[in-house]
């Protein structure tokens, strides 16, 4: 990946930016010029709060090139609370532990390097939920 | 607008090619195609491919492989839409002649996987996806699928065995197809101990990377029997397409763009799902031949699984599926895939499949080609013409 596009998408990959739809109030990630939902186009940033739940998951065995030093690692598909999903990768937790429905939250990470002169990624992944594992304080 | 008929098929077998390249794969099924057709020119040639660009470094494969087919000077152009490019292709070659403005047209997917190193494939592949959000984060194809799969097992309650249902049988048929890269029947106990790639899906839920080119040649209805004894008339071949992204959907088990092709191919041929008597599904991974076959209408949700195991699928049941081996058994070339299946179900019609994989009474074959994980769907359905 090139510069460009890595500094192009920083407010997504450091910050979950994404957009509200002015006119029916979805909320889109990534962020999107029209809203799928009433094909409005006025739509406004908007930084998601980074609490979900999994709502499902795999672990990498072979991975593609500049993962590999990671495997087994897990990517999930998140259902953030504003009724938005997501594929990111779970951190901080062991890959027997992730179940569907486990309540995660943000944090930013190193996503990879491209190579050992390359630039260094960096973004969102997810971590299992702290101080509320269950995430029984939610109504969700 | 007129009605078109395929009066030619053309296929190389599924292998890796390592003695050839992207050209002669592909001018070799064209030049089959139009013996079959006897024909020695054609108006337009339509290129269905995904990665020359990527993987052998050259584009502009349409001009090209028109000019080592003889067919130097023809209207050509290449069509993608990753691994639904070849029956993107075929619909392009079906507007033209359906239009008029195009005789004899040819579609021809191809498709060469195996000119590099195998991760640089794998990463070439995962461009199917969304490169910003979904490749990234270090989510290849098969990962996807099994995001997909994961989710399946949880919501309808199927055991992660019960889906080498749809390798048996993808294996079983392949071996009765000289042009399959496969030809060794796959047992239960073998599909649960294969190599775990992206839990839960393992190598015999994949289908392998491969090289390949398969063509066929279209012209008008009216005019099929000045090219073949047994035409067989396009019925509908029609496109659906969905989010790029897995994680744009509502629901990820219910393929829309699948649901959308077909409905579409089944509005334009007058058809429904139960007249249907070969189904070629885009088996790319056990789970998209469950999710395609309940998203076409062929199955409820959830049920396509446990139908698999009861038999539903084999070519002797209610809705065969990959009879010629699919994509797991025949192997996925990707760029070529959509026009391999068109090319099988073209057999059936012809009755010249081999008799271990006959469907008896077949009036529609239909032909699904998906590329990505459901964003472009093809659904072409084919008809016997009766003499």
Redesign the interface.
């Known amino acids: ?1 090139d510069i460009p ?1 890595n500094w192009r ?1 920083r407010d ?1 990959r450091y910050r979950l930016q994404g957009t509200r739809c002015a006119s029916c109030g979805a909320h889109h990630f ?1 962020p999107r010029p029209v809203c ?1 939902r009433c094909r409005g186009r006025h739509v406004e940033p908007y930084r998601f709060t980074g609490r979900g739940r999994v ?13 590999e030093q ?1 495997v087994p ?1 897990v ?3 998140v259902d953030l609370e504003e009724g938005v ?5 779970l951190t901080d937790v062991d890959p027997e532990e992730v179940a ?1 429905g486990m309540p995660v939250e943000m944090v930013l990470r190193k ?2 390097e491209e190579g050992e002169r390359g630039l260094i ?1 960096y ?1 969102y992944k997810f971590r299992p939920r702290i101080g509320d594992p269950k995430g029984e304080a939610e109504s969700d | 607008m007129r009605d078109v008929a395929i009066v030619g098929i053309g296929q190389t077998p599924v292998r890796e090619h390592w003695d050839r390249g992207l050209r002669d794969l592909a001018v070799e099924a064209v030049l089959a195609a139009m013996d079959d057709a006897h024909v020695r020119r054609a108006d337009a040639l339509y290129v269905g491919n995904m990665l020359s660009g990527t993987l052998s470094f050259q584009e502009h494969v349409g001009a090209l492989i028109a000019e080592y087919a003889g067919l130097e000077g023809i209207e050509a152009v290449k069509v993608e839409a990753a691994c639904g490019s070849a029956a993107a292709a075929l619909r392009q070659a079906v507007l033209a002649v359906q239009s008029g403005q195009v005789e004899v047209a040819i579609a021809v997917g191809v498709e060469k996987l195996t000119e590099l190193a195998s ?2 494939t ?2 070439a592949l ?1 461009m199917a996806a969304d490169a ?9 194809f ?2 996807i699928n ?3 799969m ?2 399946y097992m ?1 919501e309808y309650g199927v055991s992660k065995e019960d889906f080498a249902a749809f390798t048996v049988n993808a294996h079983a048929n392949a071996r009765h197809n000289p042009f399959a890269m496969f030809h060794t029947p796959v047992t239960r106990e073998q599909y649960a101990a294969a ?7 393992n190598l015999l839920d994949s289908s392998p990377v491969s090289d390949g080119a398969a063509a066929v040649v279209i012209v008008p209805a009216e005019r099929a029997r000045e090219f073949s004894d047994k035409p067989v008339r396009v019925a509908a071949c029609e496109v659906g397409t969905d989010t790029v ?4 959907r509502a629901n ?1 088990l219910w393929l829309k763009g699948v649901e959308r092709s077909a409905r579409r191919a089944y509005r334009r041929a007058g058809v429904e799902p139960q007249d249907i008597g070969v189904f070629e599904v885009h088996d790319a991974f056990s789970i998209m031949a469950a999710l395609s076959l309940e998203a076409s209408g062929l199955a409820e949700p959830g049920t396509a699984v446990r139908l698999a195991n009861e038999g539903a699928i084999t070519p002797t049941g209610q809705f065969p599926i990959a009879t010629m081996g699919g994509l797991k058994g025949r192997g996925h070339p990707v760029g070529a895939t959509g026009l391999y299946q068109v090319v099988e179900c073209v057999l059936h019609l012809r009755d010249e499949v081999p008799d271990a994989v006959r469907v008896e009474g077949v009036q529609y074959a239909m032909a699904q080609n998906i590329g990505g994980s459901g964003a472009t769907v093809i659904t072409t359905l084919l008809e016997r013409l009766i003499t």
Request: glycine residues 6%; charged residues 15%.
């Open positions: 990946m596009r998408l997504q990534p799928p709502y499902s998951y795999t672990v990498v065995y072979q991975a593609p090139e500049g993962f990671y690692y990517v999930a598909l999903r997501v594929t990111a990768q569907i996503l990879g990624l973004g | 991760k640089c794998t990463n995962a910003d959000y979904e490749a990234v984060m270090g989510l290849s098969v990962a099994a995001l997909l994961r989710r949880y190599k775990m790639i992206a839990d839960p899906i992204a897995l994680d744009n990820p």
